[in-house]
């Protein structure tokens, strides 16, 4: 039995295919594309897993799609109703669309599949349930979803056994988490549905100031973790904006200008809504488990990417154990739509988990490159560069990142979810204290207070990082340990905002943000044996069993998924060397790149 979960049309569409309940291929449709966030029908997503499979769409059982279109039209035309006539430019935006399209899928999905058998529509919110539970390694747990809104819930939470999940309560829209971080992104000058992991990075360089204004003016939070926002702030309902003329009045005036300098009233807000997000998510955890009684916990939702929040969250020891969906947002919304096909609506026994192993597989989903692919693409563009067996093609790695050199690594499935996890990766040294700035400035180009991750082998991050669970999906958030860091002079404590930058805090200082934090990914050799490899190699030679992770692209591209994404990626940059398979590209080899796009003015204009 095959199912078909899909999930387009808002934002980061993609799609999933389940072979008796197992996970054949999942994938965002961007990565085909190259259009960042592609909300578009996941037509290059779907072609992929069908090819994974080897199979064709007269062989699916079952399409399932993330959500219900009919009761998110329902939802949209009563709020358009209650503020008319406010809000008429954002109708006559909207509705196009969903008379054209969106109302439609049925017909857009047999179109655009030539799939004449049964489409189903989840609910927004089991979906991300779904996709959170079934996975998961637990045989019962809570589950909590957290996101912008689907049809009309914006929250949930509930409790999956076996082979079922239900939802107890739901959190309606306009009162929303997810949207009212997004707010603040839009305020501090970011992409709405795209900025937010930036407020949530430069929140330690702020103070919390405007804390108690949040609570006062802008919601009512409740100990149960629910709230009510004061719509008199936000023009998200009605408008083309998150905010209103009187959300800047109350912060001291209009929202930043993107690509602007960021002040410190821009670190103080991210830090005061990053607050507030914790200390909500927090009240939500506490109930949920008196309400449910479960010791474990499973996060997906939009908000569930927030990975200091979860970090808290399990810090609290609330719960024995929690497992976040990497690809928490919308993304995950086609794997749980199939989830639910698979096991609530057609009742199939519940998966036989091994005890602490989740179904996810690394989330190493995506399509994999053998070095018969890449010796084809080399051949056919002439590409000067190495094959090495796979022993000598680790030690020359580990010898570039010990000489400071940036290395773009592609090496296996590709990651599904918005975390490169070693198989489309850029790497570097962690000890230097030079490398964060270079590799945001020249690799990236994208600001310089972003901080990088760090992967550590999974039998040593309790020596290097507070915590000592598997975090393989860079989901949580945990302190260098203090053994660690390095004392700070006084002078150094007493600086403010973004000058804490360049401080070096501890012997792995390009992994260590501001606030001593690093959003950890521990690597296994059951789930990635090459890169967990590359890492053991580079422990050997160094002592340090961690080396920096940050995701194959630069800003404004999605990360990269073929051979050739890749390399003009290395190529655009000035990253040193890459790596695909067991072939070596040294870029001082490499002939003149002919490129007539001013990369570097697209992604500043991101």
Known sequence: MYILGLSAYYHDSAA?????????AAAQEERFSRRKHDSSFPAGAVDYCLAAANIQASDLGYVAFYDKPFIKFERILETYLAYAPLGIRSFVMAIPLWIRRKLWMPDVIEKELQYKGKVLFPEHHESHAASAFFPSPFERAAFLTIDGVGEWSTSSFGVGQGNKIEILAELKFPHSLGLLYSAFTYFTGFKVNSGEYKVMGLAPYGEPRYVKQILEELIDLKEDGSFKMNMAYFDYCAGLTMTN????????????????????????????????????????????????????????????????????????????????????????GALGAAYVV??????????????????????????????????????????????????????????????????GWFNGRMEFGPRALGSRSILGDARSHEMQKKMNLKIKYRESFRPFAPSVLREKVGEWFDIDKDSPYMLLVADVRKEKRREMSREEK?????????????????????????????????????????????????????????????RGEPIVESPDDAYKCFMRTEMDVLVMGNYIFLKMEQPEFQDDVDWRRMYELD
């Open 494 to 554: 007493a600086l403010w905002g973004i000058d804490k930058l360049n401080v070096v805090r501890s012997e792995i200082p390009a992994v260590t943000h501001v606030d001593y934090s690093a959003r950890v990914q521990t690597v296994s050799k059951e789930n990635h044996p090459c890169y967990h490899a590359l890492i053991e190699r580079f422990y050997e030679r160094t002592g340090c069993p961690v080396i920096i992770n940050t995701s194959f692209n630069v």
């Open 245 to 332: 003329d009187r959300f800047a009045e109350l912060f001291g005036g209009p929202p930043r200008r993107p690509e602007s300098g960021i002040t410190q009233r821009e670190m103080d807000l991210a830090r005061s809504v990053q607050d507030v997000t914790e200390e909500i998510v927090l009240r939500m955890g506490r109930y949920v488990r008196r309400e449910t009684g479960e010791r474990n916990l499973c996060l997906a939702g939009g908000v569930a990417l927030n990975c200091v929040a979860n970090g808290k969250l399990l810090r609290t020891g609330l719960f024995d154990e929690i497992w976040i969906q990497p690809a928490a947002g919308d993304a995950g």
């Open 342 to 407: 698979h096991y609530n609506y057609l009742k199939n026994a519940a998966p036989n988990k091994e005890k602490g192993r989740d179904m996810q597989q690394g989330s190493y989903l995506g399509r994999e490159y053998s070095d018969e692919d890449i010796g084809r693409f080399v051949d056919s563009h002439g590409i000067p560069c190495s094959h090495n067996e796979r022993d000598h093609m680790i030690d020359k790695v580990c010898g570039y990142l010990e000489e400071g050199k940036v290395v």
């Open 16 to 24: 999933c295919l389940l072979k008796d309940g197992e996970i054949v």
